[in-house]
């Protein structure tokens, strides 16, 4: 017997909180993460809602694995319609929160309509209670996270929150756990804002034993031992994420001055892992249960606090070697605003090395900042007033890069890198082709942790990452990666289905499905089977990663979305112009080439690019037809 | 004695395994590929197969996502 779910309906308009029950052979369909957010919206959502309205929904989800005693397994995940793309909102954060909520009972909360003050969600068990937050509004995570603990009057909570940034409705406003971690994309902050619910806080609490508590174990603890040995995640260990920022940097692809290169001589050392760890690296942190301890904790003294973490390679590069700062500090100090106000690094970083090229080429006036490349200082007031929608320039910057450059006019549309509205993340499609068609084909716009990449398919034979494609039917090695032919299709389309699994079941790529992660397609049918008795197979999985993501753009699609939404900015098409990497691109005729592979390989239409009604019958989505 | 190493001549030790190579040229434990005159080796030859005069070898570096 698959569990049932047992969601939390919160309805802020009416100060309802109710429950919801999902029979276990439904959740089975939908088990957790962004699969049941979607679900939820679906069912509880018309088509045509704004985003910034009552009548969206905002789905919080765990899975019912959430809270095992094994690495990477109790991802948190937020699911909406974004004020960013307009389309299907989703993103997953790091943390302890998702095992939490579990281990509370809950599922998911699914939270409608706009209160008429501010107030947050309390969980405590089977009481759900909606409390004033008015004392707490306007306050940065760290301050108002103190706040909620002292009047609880109790220490062991687990706080997701807005910040300033979403209560101003920032469209890249992001979702802030520990005041560290981000549920970040795609805007998800900005629609918590537009119902003036400012945080949810759970009481920690034991979570449920395993049915077969002895050979999760035995699983748990293979994982642990497999860290040191895994010279990717050791690394992650050693230097955080940002320590392959040096690779990146070696290789030609580090993105550099807003995508116009991709080396940064001089400058690339400077904000590496490595130098992070040698200079401002308090600590590692820890996800929920995780033997990989890859999270940062940096202090700088009067400037960077440790509550608020430290930063990820996204923002190392986003703040970085993107707007052309070489000052690791400055990195730190805009981490530290994203993570106090409730921004997402990357949209946020990226959106402002389009103003800097906007500034540079005479479109848009910064009153005096210095808004140029490689200005931190500059950058950092950027980043506050785009927090605070600050003036002329923080308000247009906070709308993100593709509605400041319709604003702007002109040319500013080149500059925005971004896709769907989504500014796209620190992995260049000039390297990564295939993974410039999932930037492309993505519901929620581009991003860098819906597939695997390119390069890992020059692994040798004999390792686990080509075994483990093998598993999932990706038979196919390059000696040149940068290849597009019909394999690339499938590459892509098969590995964002297993990392579907991923989001579904809330476990982090970095130990579970990634080629150079930890574990194989069989390790996640054991979890689960050892886990809470459910006997699965990687047939049954790959299915539920696909229902996602059909689920996903099928709401796209009665927003109006089509194939003329599944493109990239002309600049991708653009061969970089020096450094090792000189030459290099993707050319427009191989990404629309795959692109068309992956919509029949994935049962869309080839005009629209949406699920054809035998797809939806496929995955048991027959139901949406009658929506 | 002289082998072609990524498209450039460099010298290198007689009978210098693969694992060795990798090593003197700074990839230590960093995820790499290697083609040996046109084939990809095995990880599990790394430590066995040596280089020999005039052979071609090709080192890739692996980067993945995350």
Known sequence: MFPDAKILDIDLSKGKVDVMTIPGETYRLYPGGSALGVYLLLNKMPAGVDPLSPANVLAMTSSPIAGLPVSGGSRLNITAKSPLTGGVGDSQSGGYFGAHLKANGWDGIAITGKSDKPVYLYIDGDKAELKDASAIWGKVTGEAEEIIKKEIGEDKLQVVQIGPAGEKMVKFAAIINDCSRANGRTGMGAVMGSKQLKAVVVKETKSAPAVNKDKLMELSKRIAAGVKENPTVAGLQENGTAGELGGNHEAGFLITRNWQTGQFPGGWEKITGQTMTETVLKKNDSCFACAVRCKRVVEIDGKVDPRYGGPEYETCATFGSYCGVDDLEAVCVCNQICNMYGMDTISCGATISFAMECVENGLLKDDGLGLKFGNAEAMIKACEMIAKREGALGDLLAEGSARAAAKIGGNAKDYSISVKGQEIPAHMPHFKPALGVIYAVNPFGADHQSSDHDPMLSEAPDTDARKWYAQIGLWKGYEDHFEMDAEKARFALETQKYFSVADTLGLCQFVWVSGWALTGPDDIVDLCKYGIGWETSIYELMLVGERRINMMRFFNQREGFTKADDVLPERIFQKIPDGPGKGQGLTKESFEYVRGLYYENAGWDSETGNPTDGTLSRLSLDWLKKL | ?66
């Open chain 2, 1 to 66: 004695m002289t082998i072609l190493y990524n498209g450039k001549s460099v010298e290198a030790e007689d009978k210098i395994t693969v694992a060795a190579f990798l090593d003197h040229n700074g990839y230590g434990k960093k995820r790499t590929s290697v083609w040996l005159d046109g084939r990809q080796l095995l990880t599990s030859e790394y430590q066995t197969v040596e280089l020999t005069q005039g052979c071609t070898i090709k080192v890739v570096r692996i980067l993945g996502g995350g």
